[in-house]
Structure formats: structure tokens, C-alpha cells
């Protein structure tokens, strides 16, 4: 992973979701929606694949005021319902029009069947009508109410060009927006919250950056740096 994944992948993990890195996914043979043919086989990746249960609950990081506020805006009640996100991230300097093409690449029609189909959450026929809600819009719904599904763009900066374009308006249609600075202010926060805990517990920590910032954040507060 890069940085900018890797930033994402912790935001996500310490929201609760089970995220998956770089997920492989094998696209359909034959277009799912206009049922054209591939000539060969066609592979792709989604940058994360995240999935959350609603009854998520740790003593240390688990509690219901720990989470990010953003999905309950976004209209997500992660509480109550099964969510789901397919996630790109993009670390570099892009205009606008390199904004959009970036993802309606990443959600692509190939792209979301396969991403829905291998998360499990609905059935073939409901999968399908997923895939065609979400070709116009960020978020899709179960007829039951109880799973989500939504794209999510997580980008460097707020806003693109000259004219300071807001990046959540620009993809409005396309994604939910994020920043990778409002990603690592939540991080930073959580392990200020529970930091002798956190820091007391880094090693366990499968990735560096957590460990060393667990580490850096307990002792600043103790006042050794």
C-alpha cells in the first residue's frame, strides 16, 4: 500500500469496517449490463474494499461515540445497517477533468459488478439493480433497509483548479469525498483518546505508521518530546 492507502485503510479500520487492500477483482466476461463480450479475460483492483457489521463493539475504540460523524452525514446509520464501500484514493496534484475521469474509471460498470457481487451482501438479481442505481448515483439502498453501499473518492486536497472547485461537489454524482487530511485528523484523535492504551499495544499493530504514530503521540502528552 501507499501512504494515502494506507492513511485510508486505518480511518476505515478504526471506524469499525473490515477493510481489504488492493482487492483483486476478476471483471466479467460478458458486459453485465449491455451483454457484449469481452475477448479476453479482463482483470482490475479496487484500492479498498470495506465492509461493516452494525452491532461493531471494542472496549478500547469501540464505543458508540467513536466514530466519525461523516457517515451519519453521508446518511449511513452504522449502528443499524450492514455497510459497504468501494474506495479510491488518489495521492497526487489532479485537475478537474483528470478527477472525473479517475472515477469513472474506478466505477466502472465492470468494476462495480464484481466489487458487489464479492462483497456477498445481496442476491444476484438485487446485485444487478445495485450496480445500475450506483452507475447514477453515490449510494445504494437494500429494499429492506438494512445494507448500503456507496462509493467513496478520497483525495489529497479539498478542492481542484484555479477556482478552488470544491471536490465533493465535482464528484457529487459520482462519490462520496473525503480528504486524506480529514482521514488522518481522526486517526491522530483516536489515539489521543486512548493513548497509554494505544501506545501500550503498538507492536501489536500490523503497520508502522500506526505504531510510530501511537508512539509519538503518547509522548508528546507525557511530555518527552
Not at 196 to 221: G, V
Request: proline share 4%; aromatic share 12%.
Amino acid at each position: 500500500m501507499n501512504y494515502g492507502e494506507i492513511i485510508a485503510y486505518w480511518f476505515l479500520r478504526f471506524n469499525g469496517f473490515f477493510p481489504l487492500n488492493n482487492f483483486v477483482l476478476h471483471l466479467p466476461q460478458q458486459h453485465p449490463i449491455e451483454g457484449e463480450r469481452r475477448d479476453q479475460n479482463g482483470t482490475a483492483d479496487t484500492d479498498i474494499l470495506a465492509i461493516r457489521f452494525p452491532h461493531v463493539y471494542e472496549e478500547i475504540g469501540g464505543q458508540p461515540d467513536d466514530w466519525s460523524p461523516i457517515f451519519a452525514h453521508w446518511g449511513f446509520s452504522l449502528d443499524k445497517e450492514i455497510t459497504a464501500f468501494i474506495i479510491e484514493i488518489k495521492t497526487g496534484d489532479l485537475s478537474e477533468n483528470a478527477i472525473l475521469q479517475e472515477a469513472q474509471r474506478a466505477f466502472g460498470d465492470n468494476r462495480m459488478y464484481a466489487a458487489i457481487r464479492r462483497t456477498g451482501i445481496f442476491p444476484y438479481d438485487e446485485s444487478m439493480e445495485a450496480m445500475k442505481i450506483l452507475k447514477k448515483q453515490k449510494i445504494y439502498v437494500s429494499h429492506d433497509k438494512s445494507k448500503r453501499i456507496g462509493k467513496l473518492f478520497i483525495s489529497k486536497e479539498a478542492t481542484v483548479g484555479r477556482r478552488n472547485t470544491e471536490i465533493s461537489l465535482l464528484l457529487d454524482r459520482y462519490a462520496f469525498h473525503i480528504t486524506l487530511t480529514d482521514c488522518e485528523e481522526f486517526i491522530v484523535e483516536r489515539l489521543r483518546k486512548y493513548q497509554r492504551r494505544k501506545n501500550n499495544d503498538r507492536m501489536f499493530f500490523p503497520d508502522e505508521l500506526i505504531q510510530y504514530l501511537a508512539w509519538k503521540i503518547n509522548t508528546a502528552h507525557s511530555g518527552e518530546v
